[in-house]
């Protein structure tokens, strides 16, 4: 209770600062949008070109970036920390953050929550919805409750690799030149892994499990057979749990290593 309680009272005060700049919080949702539609069209101009991708048709591929819109969108809202290593440890804030009887963890996403990236996650799942149709997908009611659990797992992956990649900041002055890297290698999430090589797709699938937040879970509804990638859908929640745990230990362990700002 007291940390939901924390959580309602950062969104207070967030909501209120937006209140203040309100343009800004505008300015922010259209240039979201504005990106992710952007990367909705080269996926079309791609299919100008070729018929299928891997064996995947252009409403498939299109499902499938819907979805990867979805579980992006609530990870970037709730775990914004891009500039960890900037604000935190080369300006010092962590030796506050480590004052108080909260998670340290906790306490930096909560001052870097970024409400706007959840209007991603509607225009995704706008996207999906468009081309279950046009897919003539069967649809129940299960449908609903292993699409939320997909995305949780797809989420929880999102926070651990994130979560690890921050903490590198405990370890190291300067880990933000990583951050670009990593944001690059998660956008091949989105593409069926069967068109990649076999070393590639074993690095996205099993080190940096990135096709578990896009192709892999989206897959279920696709019922792809291909590569068996349905079949893994439903290990995606296990392997959010594992990366998300190992994540968390990363962190912890660099916190007890952190001496403050000026060691």
Known sequence: MRYASLFWEYIKNYAKTRLTYRADFWVEVLSDLLFQGMNLIFILIVFQ???????????????????FMIPYGVFSTFFSIWNFSERYIVKGEMDRVLTRPAHSLYQVLLENVDPPSLIGSFVGAIIMALSWGQLDLTFQVMDVLVLLLLILGAVLIYAGLYTALSAISFYSDAPTGIVPLMYNIQNYGRYPVNIYNKIIRFVLTWLLPFAFVGVIPASYFLEKKADDLSQLALLTPVMGIVVFSLGLWFWNHGVKRYRGAGS
């Open 49 to 67: 070109h070729t018929s299928a991708l891997g064996g995947w048709s252009e409403a498939e591929v299109v499902f499938v970036y819907g979805f």
